[in-house]
């Protein structure tokens, strides 16, 4: 299952030797609402492995102005604390494991 972050849990969340992967989508979003399956479909199958996450945009104002959210769903995906790569809108599943398990 994803893991719900906000502006003040995130930092803690990406310092990990794990590769992490953050959805940032919204509650009124179609295409948020259709990825969210997928997330948690990844989240499961990377269980242990990567670290998998979701950020409201609208309840975490700080970090979609530091990460330049501008549309949603933006997923970033992250290693050693860094941005390595991202995906933005609704993409198949195969897209978003090939970007994380680039990461491991």
């Known amino acids: ?10 930092q803690s969340l990406i310092a ?3 590769p992490v992967l953050v959805d940032f989508s919204a509650t009124w979003c179609g295409p948020c609402k259709a990825l969210a399956p997928t997330i948690e479909e990844v989240a499961t199958e990377f269980e242990g492995r990567a670290v998998v996450a979701k950020a409201d945009v609208d309840e975490c104002p700080e970090l979609s ?3 330049a959210i501008r549309s949603v769903p933006t997923v970033l995906f992250f290693k050693g604390g860094e941005v390595k790569d ?4 609704n993409v198949p599943k195969h897209m978003i494991v090939e ?6």
């Open 86 to 89: 991202k995906s933005i809108g």
């Open 65 to 67: 102005a530091r990460f």
């Open 99 to 104: 970007k994380l398990n680039a990461l491991l």
């Open 16 to 18: 990990t030797d794990k």
């Open 1 to 10: 299952m994803a893991i719900v972050v906000n502006d003040q849990t995130f």
